[in-house]
């Protein structure tokens, strides 16, 4: 499976981004695809996934509330909805994907640069 994230830029303080994470390839063994985020020097940090063919999804704490996970299986796409931007938001986000790996995330997109800033 392969994995191509898009949508990252540049927003404004309380602002809107939708992310979008593209999957091509043996697409039918995704079990999940979660989203994460890093910024240089720090470790990466998980934000969410959600089941591919079930759509069970979980936040991490910091973005809950804020940020929605979901998925088109039937244009191999997640998304990931971020409201209420943050200036701490600013981070590289990554999108992954568990392919027949149980609970490892053994498929990783590029990463997509959004900056939150006035």
């Known amino acids: 499976v392969q994995l191509q994230a898009s949508g990252g830029g540049l927003v404004q303080p309380g602002g809107s981004l939708r992310l979008s994470c593209s999957a091509s390839g043996t697409t039918y063994y995704i079990y999940k695809m979660g989203w994460f985020r890093q910024v240089p020097g720090k470790e990466r940090e998980f934000l969410a996934h959600?089941?591919?063919?079930?759509?069970?999804?979980l936040y991490a704490d910091s973005v809950r509330g804020r940020f929605t996970i979901s998925r088109d299986k039937a244009k191999n796409t997640g998304f990931l909805q971020m409201n209420s931007l943050k200036p701490e938001d600013t981070a590289s986000y990554y999108c992954?994907?568990?392919?027949?790996?149980?609970?490892?995330?053994?498929?990783w997109g590029q990463g997509t640069l959004v900056t939150v800033s006035s």
């Open positions: 992954a994907a568990s392919v027949r790996a149980g609970n490892m995330y053994n498929a």
């Open positions: 959600i089941t591919w063919t079930g759509g069970s999804t």
